[in-house]
């Protein structure tokens, strides 16, 4: 798609600066963009619409100026973005489309991976980005982002529907939080029924005998979902106490998978009709189970540990070296805009960022998001997460 | 061997040079030029003693290597029995078989290798045990394929005559066939090593939790810890290892070719005879079940919910709207179109240069050799460093290529012109020189008396070749699993995204989309056969046996 939008922007380029040469009129080549990628018909004044409390530092940050002039015929921006954000044909795309015709903007989704993949790109092309805005960079990679200098600071209109305890993750803006979800321990409901026995509640309940050889997490050193419930125990037993517990896991019998894929898919009772009936995954596994069951139910199949929850808070920002920053900080304030929000809860199962958002009722319903959840400073993530990995590395699978 | 011969037809310098020319530019800008780029980049003395110095570097170099060559020899002796049956007899499933092989070659790990542990005894779970059993049934196609190229084109009559004189089958095959088809048994195993040693997926899903190869370790250090020097260093550490083992093969393979009269096709015969039939009867049906019951497995999921049969996976696939006003933008029937445009194109590239090299590697003597080689090291390459290599070269004008659509078919390309090189060079090498003395004498000027004896050769193993390479594509290896990816998505990546997400419909749909793909597969497969042998060798075929 993109390779032949660049195609097509370049072809109307050259066309238009034939028919500049030739003075001649230029009746047959504005019609060619008629789906609005071209926006071929827009006058060369970039209007200036959102962020109208701008503040200094973007102005001040603007070091690229390597678009020759401002004769811009077209306005395209790329969005880069992990795997699992959908590419055509839902109706997060759709929103993405009505920004275009609301804007003359059209936006291509460039997918780069997963997130760490997508970060390391974006590190290796920093200051020549890939695209111009990179959606789906999480807290425990954001230090890194920030230090690598993929990000243009910029700061969002819109920003006050975004609640603050996600703001304060990026003081100086260099990023913009966009949704925020949970990875908890998820159990099957069916199975504890069927034996009577109560769902644990607490980490300590986690190495209690009564639920030895229950539960399978993933290995932090390759998924994410393993990292944070990895981060989760460091949180409750602090930096000199979480090495102990996990002695006590693996002596409950805890099992360790590669990925979310083999852990839910697998191994977990109610998914994979595997041994184990708990499972590392998400707050919003549960609405996911129900909106996707066959044959459809109106009840959730499978339970969250609230007490288990890590907070993960995913960003967006402006790539530093994009060659269309204004339509890029356009589409950021979307992102961020109600209208795109809404759609995030059943697209990605994530919770919108924008608090003015209604939350479908699945999710009301079945999903979970702890007003207190667990959480550790980026900074913290960043400067041990080797270090953290390597000795659990060492102390579980050793 | 009396090279003789093809010293008095020596093909002009230009025209082996020209010959040369397309691969070995491909290959440079395409491979060397990223990998050497990257590594400039990413280097450091800090990465390169951090990296050396860890133990964890060399354990992992060692179990990498180790689990590599059992694999290897594991994989080469059970496929000899596929391998021959295949390439000699007749059998209604034939083609099938075939097909089948190779779409057990492309399926996504993710999927086999859970049907792999599903049927592998509980006790062998997440071995090593398991690691290289996955690495013999996904590697089984290219050993089957490779080899039975050569094996087709060997003359029956030498066979038959040790036969004949009252040898068992074992020493026919010990004496006669092994021996002349030694260079594509070690071409197969050199592919084989390479896969089993760069092993990613499989080590992931079936090897137990921690397990890592070279290959695991350079993705772990590059995006999930962001150390792209860490991964760098390994990528070099990865690269001596192997180029050992190729500078091996690649001698190995010319001392063993020989010049032996082939004919064009060998013509397959029904089994005959008690043993002979319960011989192949035998080696079909193992093979079936080999390959056939991870596919079975597949479909059976296709089917299953946690609470029962369900066929609702396949009557909604393709619908947009899995739930009023949810979707979740998968489409198949795109996804099959992106996979398919991809495959025709990798394949086309992967047979042009692949075919091209291996007549200028035939020729060029020495320089050939440094191209054969050189054509297998993105073989051998770890799929991030290509990736990321391709991304900050090709990154400003007048090579702004990031986004380019052909990028993909190009990286899936690199990984399968080894495959055709590999199918065509050994019978090429085997074509008798005395048929092209006997075209010069006849008068034909070299390139002429080249093209009427060496070429006919090439189709079949071609198409050989040019089957794996569809599958390659089909099943998205390599570097391009790194590129960023616009314009739609290809069934593995359908697949992935299915079954990375909760639900049991999308679960389910996630298999169904796989027992597609592996169905795509095998007809992909059965059409390159079959436009071979509708190809232009057919007719001389018939004239020659």
Redesign the interface.
């Known amino acids: 798609?993109?390779?032949?939008n660049?195609l097509r922007v370049l072809a109307a380029g050259t066309v238009l600066a034939l028919v500049v040469a030739a003075c001649g009129s230029d009746d047959t080549t504005t019609n060619e963009g008629g789906d609005g990628s071209v926006a071929t018909g827009e006058p060369p004044t970039p209007e200036i619409t959102t962020a109208p409390d701008t503040t200094s530092d973007t102005t001040a940050g603007d070091t690229t100026p390597d678009t020759v002039g401002d004769d811009r015929t077209a306005a395209g921006v790329?969005l880069?973005t992990y795997?699992?954000f959908?590419?055509?044909?839902?109706?997060?795309?759709e929103a993405l489309g009505r920004f275009t015709a609301d804007t003359g903007i059209d936006v291509?989704?460039?997918?780069?991976?997963?997130t760490?993949?997508m970060?390391?790109?974006a590190?290796?092309?920093a200051g020549?980005p890939?695209g111009d805005v990179m959606w789906g960079i999480d807290n425990t990679f954001l230090s890194?982002a920030v230090e690598?200098d993929i990000f243009e600071p910029y700061e969002a209109a819109g920003l006050g529907n975004v609640p603050s305890e996600l703001t304060d993750l990026v003081p100086n803006a260099d990023a913009t939080p966009v949704d925020y979800g949970d990875v908890c321990v998820n159990y099957d409901i069916g199975w504890f029924d069927e034996r009577g026995l109560e769902p644990p509640t607490s980490f300590d309940d986690l190495v209690d005998p009564a639920y030895a050889g229950m539960l399978v997490v993933q290995?932090p050193?390759?998924s994410s979902p393993g990292l944070a419930f990895l981060l989760a125990t460091i949180d409750e037993y602090g930096a000199d106490g979480w090495q102990q517990y996990w002695q006590a896991l693996g002596d409950n019998g805890v099992e360790?998978?590669?990925?979310?894929?083999?852990a839910?898919?697998?191994r977990f009772t109610?998914?994979g009709?595997g041994p184990t009936p708990m499972v590392v995954?998400?707050g919003?596994?549960p609405p996911?189970?129900v909106?996707?069951?066959?044959?459809?139910r109106d009840d959730a199949?499978t339970g969250v540990m609230e007490s288990t929850c890590f907070r993960q808070v995913e960003f967006a920002g402006v790539l530093r070296g994009t060659d269309a920053p204004e339509e890029a900080r356009q589409l950021v304030d979307f992102l961020i805009s109600e209208e795109f929000q809404q759609e995030l809860p059943?697209?990605l199962?994530v919770y919108p960022a924008n608090s003015s958002v209604d939350l479908p009722q699945e999710f009301v319903d079945f999903a979970v998001a702890p007003d207190e959840p667990r959480t550790l400073d980026p900074d913290v993530i960043d400067e041990n997460?080797?270090t953290w990995?390597d000795e659990w590395?060492e102390l579980v699978?050793g | 061997m009396d090279r003789a011969g093809a010293r008095v037809n020596r093909l002009p310098r230009w025209f082996v040079a020209a010959l040369t020319v397309g691969p070995a530019t491909g290959l440079a800008v395409f491979f060397l030029w990223p990998f050497v780029t990257l590594l400039a980049e990413a280097l450091s003395g800090e990465a390169i003693s951090a990296t050396l110095g860890r133990d964890a570097t060399w354990d992992v170099v060692w179990f990498t290597t180790w689990q590599a060559v059992v694999s290897t020899v594991s994989t080469v002796l059970i496929a000899m029995a596929p391998a021959y049956v295949v390439a000699r007899f007749d059998f209604r499933t034939r083609r099938l078989l075939v097909g089948l092989l190779t779409a057990v070659f492309v399926l996504p790990t993710v999927v086999m290798g859970a049907a792999i542990l599903a049927l592998l005894p509980e006790s062998l779970d997440r071995t090593v045990f398991a690691i290289v059993a996955a690495h013999v049934v996904f590697n089984l196609a290219v050993v089957v394929r490779l080899v039975g190229a050569m094996w087709e084109h060997l003359p029956t009559d030498m066979e038959a005559a040790a036969a004949t004189l009252g040898a068992s089958r074992w020493q026919v095959f010990t004496q006669i066939s092994l021996p002349l088809i030694r260079p594509s048994v070690i071409a197969a195993a050199t592919v084989v090593f390479l896969f089993s040693f760069t092993s990613f997926g499989v080590i992931r899903v079936v090897g137990a939790t921690g397990t890592r190869t070279v290959e695991v370790e350079i993705w772990r250090r590059a995006t999930q810890l962001g150390d792209i020097g860490g991964a760098a260093v390994l990528t070099v550490l990865q690269l001596l290892v192997l180029g050992a083992g190729l500078a091996w093969s690649t001698t190995a393979q010319r001392r063993h070719s020989r010049a032996l009269g082939l004919t064009l096709r060998s013509p397959l015969r029904r089994p005959t005879g008690r043993g002979e039939r319960r011989l192949v009867t035998g080696v079909v049906a193992a093979t079936f079940a080999v390959a056939g019951a991870p596919l079975v497995a597949l479909v059976v999921r296709s089917f299953s919910t946690p609470t029962g049969w369900s066929a609702t996976a396949w009557t909604d696939l393709g619908r947009t709207e899995i739930r009023p006003g949810i979707r979740v933008g998968v489409d198949p029937w795109n996804a099959i179109a992106n996979s398919l445009v991809n495959a025709v194109w990798a394949t086309l590239f992967a047979v042009v240069v692949g075919g091209l090299a291996t007549l200028a590697i035939a020729a060029a003597g020495r320089a050939g050799r440094v191209l054969d080689a050189g054509l297998m090291l993105p073989l051998g390459t770890s799929a991030v460093t290509i990736g990321f290599g391709m991304l900050i070269t090709f990154d400003a004008p007048p090579v702004d290529w990031r986004a380019s659509w052909w990028l993909v078919p190009v990286g899936h390309a690199l990984i399968a012109v080894p495959f055709v090189v590999r199918a065509t060079l050994g019978v090429l090498r085997s074509v008798a020189p005395d048929l092209t003395t006997a075209a010069a004498t006849l008068g034909a000027p070299p390139v002429r008396a080249w093209r009427e004896t060496v070429v006919p050769y090439l189709w079949r193993p071609l198409a050989a070749g040019a089957g794996l390479a569809a599958a390659i594509s089909l099943g998205e290896f390599g570097a391009t699993s790194f590129l960023s990816r616009s314009g739609g998505e290809t069934m593995p990546i359908a697949i992935e995204r299915l079954l990375g997400r909760t639900g049991s419909l999308l679960q389910a749909q996630g298999f169904a989309l796989a027992t597609m793909l592996a169905v795509t597969t095998i007809v992909a497969v059965a059409v390159t056969d079959r436009l071979q042998a509708g190809g232009p060798s057919a007719g001389r075929d018939r004239g020659s046996s």
């Open positions: 798609m993109i390779a032949t660049r790329t880069v795997d699992s959908p590419e055509a044909d839902t109706s997060l795309n291509d989704i460039l997918v780069a991976g997963d760490g993949t970060l390391a790109k590190a290796l092309t020549n890939e890194r690598e290995n050193a390759t360790v998978v590669e990925s979310w894929t083999q839910y898919y697998e109610w998914a009709g995954s998400y919003t596994s996911a189970e909106i996707f069951a066959d044959p459809p199949p059943l697209n199962f997460r080797s990995i590395t699978l």
